[in-house]
């Protein structure tokens, strides 16, 4: 199944990637984007392998997420795509995930 990534998803690729090269150094981001690409992978074949996390009732889309160590892929999967919404730190408030999803950020 095709992925694509919404421009929040690229931001929050962007920003934990900047984070764990200033913190921790190349190899963990490198490490990092190596966990990912194999999930994202994952996902493109089999995308309800993630847990559920909520169905907006009015689109009645269901977004789901696969856990990536302290981060989890957000997801939608669709008829013919998963569209990455989110990589959410779970130390986050989870009400700001289901804001996110409901388009309130």
């Not at 984070?19 to 963990?28: D, I, K, P």
């Not at 074949?45 to 993630?50: R, V």
């Not at 986050?92 to 995930?97: E, K």
Request: net charge neutral; with cysteine; charged share 25%.
């Amino acid at each position: 199944m095709r992925i694509e990534w919404s421009e929040g998803a690229y931001a929050d690729y962007d920003e934990i990637l900047a984070y764990l090269v200033s913190e921790f150094g190349q190899q963990t981001a490198s490490e990092f984007q190596l966990r990912l690409d194999y999930n994202v992978g994952v996902l493109s074949e089999f995308p309800l392998i993630g847990q559920s996390e909520f169905t907006n009732r009015k689109t009645h889309i269901e977004y789901r997420s696969l856990s990536c160590r302290q981060y989890k892929i957000v997801y939608a999967p669709l008829d013919d795509r998963v569209i990455i919404v989110s990589l959410w730190n779970n130390r986050r408030n989870p009400a700001a995930l289901r804001r996110l999803l409901l388009g309130l950020r």
